[in-house]
């Protein structure tokens, strides 16, 4: 019977590199069959919903350049040039038969209704002809 030292190694991995890993770990490993347990720190949709944040994440970006500035996010409260303040419900919302973008938001006064419009519009300046004491640049900005 021979004694020798063992070590412990643990590994987080995203699931994409979890086969070249554990390839890596038999080709160095001195036994023939090293014992290897892998847990999943995740189930499959949490793995796609963090994909999901992602590419949100990436699609604000490039909306925020598209509009030169921040785009509206759940929870925030945006100040409408009529002198109204409105709470996000969410932003961007994708219309599933045209693709395009609108935001949701809830009215801070009178009956706090719930309302949609596109995000081209929601995003757009004053139109400062038809509405000259309008007092912003822009139909809405956050406060």
Request: aromatic share 10%.
């Amino acid at each position: 019977m021979s004694e020798a030292e063992e070590l412990k190694v643990e590994v987080n991995v995203s699931s994409d590199n979890l086969n070249s890993t554990l390839l890596a770990i038999r080709t160095v490993h001195p036994y023939e069959e090293p014992v290897i347990n892998v847990i999943p720190l995740c189930a499959p949709r949490e793995e796609a919903l963090m994909e999901e944040m992602k590419e949100n994440q990436e699609q604000r970006r490039l909306l925020g350049a598209k509009y030169r500035r921040a785009i509206p996010q759940s929870g925030e409260v945006w100040y409408h040039f009529k002198n109204n303040d409105y709470k996000i419900v969410a932003c961007p919302v994708i219309h599933t038969e045209s693709q395009e973008i609108y935001c949701v938001y809830q009215a801070l006064y009178g009956s706090y209704g719930i309302y949609c419009r596109p995000l081209d519009m929601f995003m757009s300046e004053v139109d400062h002809e038809k509405y000259p004491q309008a007092g912003q640049k822009y139909r809405f900005e956050k406060k």
